[in-house]
């Protein structure tokens, strides 16, 4: 009796488990298809772009045609701002150091082309030590999957709640204050958020969001937004439930394990799932991310090389 339950519930997460690696090995090769190229913006279009207070960008980019406004209330600075001088507003996270090419023209087009809101591709520079090379690898299987992903099939990309443009207008309705979630309240009115890979913003470190996400509270739309037809917020609440690449590796591992132990003969389909797994967020990690890898390993063999080398030659 004991051994039917255990092969129920085996086979019961056995089945979630391939569901949710499907869907997330789908995720991780529709990132790497190009993403839409936007004609060039018919109309001129102003930008105020919002750093918090200690910010080098405006320093930075003094000489540049950029109006970087900084503040220390976010709702407040938005508020500030005149809907017949800017139409959009960017947020860029306080450890931002650099922006790629370009910058706002691409951001325009996408404007000009209907986006109200964009998520922006945020880079993390510092990749020192595991720790910071962790998070950067941790944020670009994100970028992969929650929004590349998401984006070529037509679905909205999460926002990281900084490194992002949204329409003045919108933003200053729909803000009420410096913690609303404006990430949730453009699913909840089905407004398309799209991600631009090629519009970069370098940071130091990993930014912060600056809203609380409530999974619970987000959870609680599902059902709405399924009889409504939303799939981008169902799609998001599925992918804000999921755990985080390290945690469901740990997980299968163990479960795997745990199999492994009591009936080896189980074990098989659990061990190649893991090896999905793996393979998966390999797919969805950045080639610049492996290069830097291939180039420290490369280095450090010259260094060793020379050093052998020079003990062969006498003094």
Request: hydrophobic residues 50%.
């Given at each position: 009796m004991i051994d039917s339950y255990i092969y129920i519930i085996d086979d019961l997460i056995f089945f979630c488990t391939g569901l949710l690696l499907l869907y997330l090995f789908v995720m991780a090769v529709a990132s790497h298809f190009k993403h839409i190229t936007y004609p060039k913006a018919q109309k001129t279009y102003r930008c105020a772009i919002l750093v918090p207070e200690g910010s080098l960008l405006p320093e930075i980019y003094k000489e540049e045609s950029y109006e970087f406004i900084t503040y220390s209330d976010l709702h407040q600075a938005i508020n500030s701002l005149d809907q017949e001088h800017y139409d959009l507003v960017l947020f860029?996270?306080?450890?931002?150091?650099?922006?790629s090419p370009q910058f706002l023209d691409k951001i325009y087009n996408a404007y000009d082309a209907g986006i109200q809101a964009i998520q922006l591709h945020t880079v993390i520079e510092n990749r020192k030590g595991f720790r910071n090379r962790f998070r950067a690898i941790r944020e670009e299987i994100k970028n992969s999957l929650c929004r590349a992903g998401n984006t070529q099939f037509g679905l909205s990309s999460h926002l990281l709640g900084t490194n992002m443009a949204i329409d003045l207008k919108w933003l200053q309705k729909n803000m009420k204050s410096s913690k609303t979630n404006i990430e949730r309240k453009?699913?909840?009115?089905?407004?398309?958020?799209?991600?631009?890979p090629d519009v970069i913003v370098y940071c130091q470190s990993a930014p912060v969001c600056p809203y609380r996400k409530r999974i619970r509270k987000t959870t609680s739309y599902l059902l709405p937004s399924?009889?409504?037809?939303?799939?981008?917020?169902?799609?998001?609440?599925?992918?804000?439930?999921?755990?985080?690449?390290?945690?469901?590796?740990?997980?299968?591992?163990?479960?795997?394990?745990?199999?492994?132990?009591?009936?080896?003969?189980?074990?098989?389909?659990?061990?190649?799932?893991?090896?999905?797994?793996?393979?998966?967020?390999?797919?969805?990690?950045?080639?610049?991310l492996v290069e830097d890898k291939k180039k420290k390993k490369h280095s450090i063999w010259r260094k060793k090389h020379l050093n052998n080398e020079l003990k062969k030659t006498p003094a």
């Open positions: 860029l996270s306080h450890t931002a150091s650099a922006l453009l699913f909840r009115q089905n407004i398309y958020i799209d991600y631009l399924i009889f409504e037809g939303n799939w981008s917020f169902c799609n998001r609440i599925v992918q804000q439930l999921t755990p985080s690449p390290l945690k469901l590796c740990i997980i299968v591992s163990v479960w795997a394990s745990l199999i492994t132990v009591y009936n080896w003969t189980l074990s098989f389909g659990w061990w190649i799932a893991l090896f999905g797994l793996l393979i998966t967020y390999s797919l969805a990690i950045p080639d610049y």
